[in-house]
């Protein structure tokens, strides 16, 4: 086995935080070995002016690791799950899905407590068309107001711009040291997360030793219940254009899937929370899948 390895990463202080704990994990398991941090701009980290749903292409934050990673210009890539899209470049394989952290937003503000504590009419910042969605449906009043950037530069946006809150991603707070800014957790009935969210990923050529290198800090539940997430968001289709939250939760031997499909108004089309036998998971996929169908062909609101 050859002594030093290549990370490949995006260059944002999280993506570089996410690279320094799988590089300290791996130190543990093979203190001989050195690891070096490559840091890949991607299209996603070179258009700031436009919501991501927007841009109308896949892979925004990760297209050009993955291909670095067929040049074999770096040994292993870390992404956050959350970016990935389902269909991976050709060769290539998530070989370990790391622990992941509580996938919930988190509402962060200077003024207020908790979302529910806004005035009509209030400022909320954030680009991402799935919290769009849930934001008007839970509060048909709000402003939205586009806010893209890193966690710390819209945390920044947030005084500057004179917002009464925004939405971040616990993990990603969590892992920056930013916790204290954030006022409310919310709940996964009012607001569901993406397919991922939460959890580190790290790719590398299926064939290539990295892959064996890395397995051993794969967490099996959070494997299974991120596999579930994107197993549905396959399903869907459509990529980030898409207003979808779904989440998946093992506890013991069974399975949580929570799923919601809606339109930028707040129209929610349809939205469940289904359990079953960890056995029967995707049966469980398939039946909300089916519902779902059903719902958008009638265009029924549930």
């Not at 509580?102 to 400022?123: E, H, I, N, W």
């Not at 004179?162 to 939405?167: F, K, R, V, Y």
């Not at 800090?217 to 299974?224: A, G, H, K, N, V």
Request: hydrophobic content about 40%; overall charge neutral; charged content about 25%.
């Amino acid at each position: 086995m050859k002594k030093h390895w290549i990370v490949g990463t995006r260059g944002s202080k999280l993506a570089l935080i996410q690279t320094e704990i799988v590089i300290g994990e791996l130190q543990v398991l093979y203190p001989s070995l050195s690891f070096e941090t490559r840091i890949i701009k991607t299209t996603g980290d070179s258009v700031w002016d436009t919501p991501l749903y927007l841009i109308g292409e896949k892979g925004l934050f990760i297209k050009e690791i993955e291909e670095a990673l067929v040049r074999n210009d770096i040994d292993l890539a870390v992404h956050s799950m959350k970016d990935l899209p389902t269909d991976m470049l050709g060769g290539l394989s998530m070989s370990a899905i790391l622990a992941r952290r509580d996938p919930r937003d988190t509402f962060v503000s200077l003024k207020y407590s908790r979302l529910s504590d806004v005035p009509l009419g209030a400022r909320i910042g954030t680009s991402s068309m799935r919290r769009k969605t849930q934001l008007l449906a839970a509060r048909p009043d709000l402003e939205i107001v586009p806010l893209r950037g890193n966690v710390d530069t819209r945390i920044g946006k947030l005084e500057a711009q004179g917002l009464d809150g925004i939405i971040l991603a616990y993990a990603g707070v969590k892992r920056m040291g930013l916790e204290d800014r954030v006022r409310e957790m919310i709940p996964l009935d009012i607001m569901v997360p993406p397919s991922g969210q939460g959890a580190i990923g790290i790719e590398t050529r299926a064939d290539d030793a990295a892959a064996g290198l890395v397995r051993p800090l794969d967490d099996p539940p959070t494997r299974f219940e991120v596999g579930l997430e994107r197993t549905f968001q396959t399903g869907v289709g459509g990529g980030c254009s898409v207003p979808l939250g779904v989440n998946a939760r093992l506890a013991g031997h069974r399975v949580t899937l929570r799923v919601v499909f809606g339109a930028e108004d707040g129209t929610i089309i349809f939205k469940e929370c289904a359990e079953g036998p960890e056995a029967e998971a995707e049966d469980l996929v398939r039946r909300l899948l089916e519902g779902l169908k059903r719902a958008r062909q009638m265009g029924t609101h549930q």
